[in-house]
């Protein structure tokens, strides 16, 4: 079992950055793919961005690829999604996401483990 808990989240100007963090609960994190989800206002979940277990292997959805990074700590049961860049069209709740598969997947399904979100608004 696997809990995660989302920071960082908040208000930002275009153009700005912010870091969202991802403590994750459970002597298994470090098995885990992990993963960064984002859902506006009337909208699908959708993919944002993934990390092996090892952090050797990335994978972006191309709306953020150039902006965003994904980055874990396994020591901290941490994953990190570091924002740049930032657009109004950036706006939307952000999940955080644990797999037990040993590939990134990008669908909401592939994921078994999920965060309870955090808003992150940008301002034009």
């Known amino acids: 079992q696997v809990q995660l808990v989302e920071s960082g989240g908040g208000l930002v100007q275009a153009g700005g950055s912010l870091r969202l963090s991802c403590a994750a609960s459970g002597r298994t994190f470090s098995r885990h793919v992990m993963g960064w989800f984002r859902q506006a206002p009337g909208k699908e979940r959708v993919f944002v961005a993934g990390?092996?277990?090892?952090?050797?292997?990335?994978y972006y959805g191309d709306s953020v690829k150039g902006r965003f990074t994904i980055s874990r700590d396994n020591g901290k049961n941490t994953v990190y999604l570091q924002m740049n860049s930032l657009k109004p069209e950036d706006t939307a709740v952000y999940y955080c996401?644990?797999?037990?598969?040993?590939?990134?997947?990008?669908?909401?399904?592939?994921?078994?483990?999920w965060g309870q979100g955090a808003q992150v608004t940008v301002s034009s």
């Open positions: 990390v092996t277990w090892s952090g050797a292997r990335t």
């Open positions: 996401a644990a797999a037990t598969r040993g590939t990134i997947g990008v669908k909401f399904h592939e994921y078994d483990y």
